[in-house]
């Protein structure tokens, strides 16, 4: 069992190796991924930070958990693409000729997601930090405020696989995010839920975004963050367990 743990470890390795190349011989990836964003950030702050009522004098300070949430719903969008290439070009048939472990091609491009996502979410906060953006959370605090955005990944990475293994076209494998990108709109994140309609507000208030993005916003400031943190990771592991267990399913059937 031992060893069968280690080769599976270094098999995984490897494929996350494979993957991460492909990552830095085109940094278009995350520089896309990243610039939208920022640009949303750069907008909402300079364009319409004055007529929006928060709360806070420091508007940037209120929007940053949104914007890191949009980054990383943008950034599975590219999993999925490279998960349906590997499909349709044989990828997983070569390596399932090989002595390796069957499912270390696909953990290769979660751990990937993992990876360039971080990357992402650094540099939109080292924006931030220039725009203004201040925090007075401790060591513990953000360490928290990491685990929490790994476990999104995971979570959202997990849902891209489905789309990458099981799609037909380019455009079925990716278009899945868009309504992932866009649910953070229609939450907490760029405005109080209190400001909306009832039936936007109770949507708002009852959806995965808003939990993850009080939980985040609550951690960096210094703020109680009270049941926020348990539903967020509930809505968090519930997805991530579903998920993988659907694209497992669908990886055995298809590769």
């Given amino acids: 069992m031992e060893t069968q743990k280690n080769y599976f470890c270094s098999d995984m390795g490897v494929m996350l190796g494979r993957s991460m190349r492909h990552i830095f011989r085109s940094m278009d990836t995350i520089l896309t991924v990243t610039v939208t964003p920022i640009v949303m950030m750069l907008l909402f702050v300079y364009v319409f930070g004055g007529a929006i009522q928060t709360g806070t004098d ?39 000729s090989m002595p390796i472990a069957r499912s270390a091609a696909l953990w290769g491009h979660v751990l990937t997601s993992l990876v360039s996502n971080a990357m992402s979410v650094t540099v939109i906060i080292i ?7 201040r925090s007075q959370a401790g060591v513990l605090e953000w360490l928290a405020v990491a685990g929490i955005l790994a476990l999104v990944t995971l979570a959202l990475t997990w849902v891209a696989a489905i789309a990458g293994l099981s799609a037909k076209s380019i455009d079925g494998a990716t278009g899945f995010s868009y309504p992932i990108i866009f649910l953070p709109f229609i939450s907490s994140a760029f405005v109080p839920t209190e400001s909306m309609p009832k039936v936007v507000r109770a949507f708002a208030e009852n959806q995965p975004a808003t939990s993850i993005v009080e939980s985040i916003r609550a951690l960096l400031y210094g703020q109680p963050v009270g049941n926020d943190l348990w539903i967020a990771l509930a809505w968090c592991v519930g997805i991530m367990i579903v998920a993988y267990l659907i694209a497992m399913q669908v990886y055995k059937q298809r590769a």
């Fill in 127 to 133: 924006v931030a930090l220039l725009m203004g953006f």
């Fill in 58 to 96: 420091n508007y940037v300070n209120y929007l940053l958990p949104g914007s890191l949430l949009i980054a990383i719903a943008s950034g599975i969008s590219y999993t999925a693409y490279r998960l349906f290439l590997d499909m349709q070009r044989g990828i997983f048939e070569r390596f399932h």
